[in-house]
């Protein structure tokens, strides 16, 4: 089973079966050593979804299972538990041969906000594998550190999209004014997805030098949905000059996300 197809099942099942999985929390900890490897899988979902503390060292285990399926939820798993036993084993972790699971490991590192994954999260920004990268993005903006600043910032450059988009809402995260040049020099990027990151970023840091390039895009960009983020932002830019981060991504994300559906890298 492809592991998409997988987590979709999974999720609708554990929708509408969340109480009786629960009480059977001993049963999915014993399945977790299960022969079949989808049983395992769905054990290490289901722990996750519970937040079942108990299930952390059997869920460090698993990051060596032989299926990567299981490798795959048992790190997504440990990061939705954010017990703190699982850094170092998550920092091995993302090692993994396997993409998906390297890719899972930095979004949980992320969730752990641990200093000591800031170092290899910044390492995985240079990994072969897009999916990696862009997670490692994501999970360095949660952590909020300045030193991930400039990989971020390099990251705007990333040959895939959805790489830049994701460096660019974490730079909007971090919010630190060395980023303002270089989200400018986005705002004329392909792809729109990383355009409206850049807008959005923009007005996290809410810096003034944002306001004539942003004024550009409300006014010549091709897109309505971008001229309509870039002009929310101006707004809240326009309307103070002396608190910063005083604009928020929920300011412009109702107006405007429900027009990036289906573009590449839009959530």
Do not use: H
């Not at 592991?3 to 629960?22: C, E, K, T, Y």
């Not at 017990?83 to 084993?89: L, Q």
């Not at 930095?106 to 999260?121: H, V």
């Not at 660019?168 to 995260?173: K, V």
């Amino acid at each position: 089973m492809r592991m998409g197809a997988f987590f979709v099942i999974a999720v609708i099942f554990m929708a509408f079966n969340m109480p009786s999985l629960a009480e059977n929390a001993d049963q999915y900890l014993q399945n977790l050593q299960d022969g079949n490897s989808t049983t395992r899988a769905e054990a290490a979902m289901v722990l996750g979804e519970l937040k079942e503390t108990r299930a952390v060292e059997p869920l460090i285990q698993a990051l060596n299972d032989e299926n990567s399926l299981v490798r795959l939820q048992a790190a997504k798993s440990l990061g939705w538990i954010k017990d703190e036993r699982a850094v170092d084993p998550l920092l091995n972790a993302l090692e993994d041969q396997n993409y998906e699971v390297r890719s899972s490991v930095a979004l949980a590192l992320g969730e752990l906000n641990d200093s000591k994954a800031l170092e290899p999260l910044i390492q995985s920004m240079g990994d072969n594998n897009s999916s990696v990268r862009s997670n490692a993005a994501k999970a360095l903006g949660k952590m909020g550190n300045a030193k991930a600043v400039d990989p971020l910032i390099l990251a705007l450059k990333d040959e895939d999209p959805i790489v830049r988009y994701q460096a660019a809402e974490a730079l909007g995260n971090i919010k630190n004014s060395l980023a303002v040049k270089p989200l400018i020099e986005i705002l004329n990027d392909d792809d729109r997805s990383v355009r409206y990151w850049a807008i959005v970023a923009l007005g996290e840091i809410n810096d003034v030098r944002a306001i004539e390039p942003l004024t550009n895009v409300s006014r010549q960009d091709n897109d309505d949905y971008i001229r309509n983020a870039a002009e929310n932002v101006l707004n809240g830019l326009e309307g103070t000059t002396s608190s910063p981060n005083n604009v928020t991504n929920s300011r412009i994300a109702q107006p405007v996300e429900s027009g990036l559906n289906g573009c590449s890298g839009c959530r």
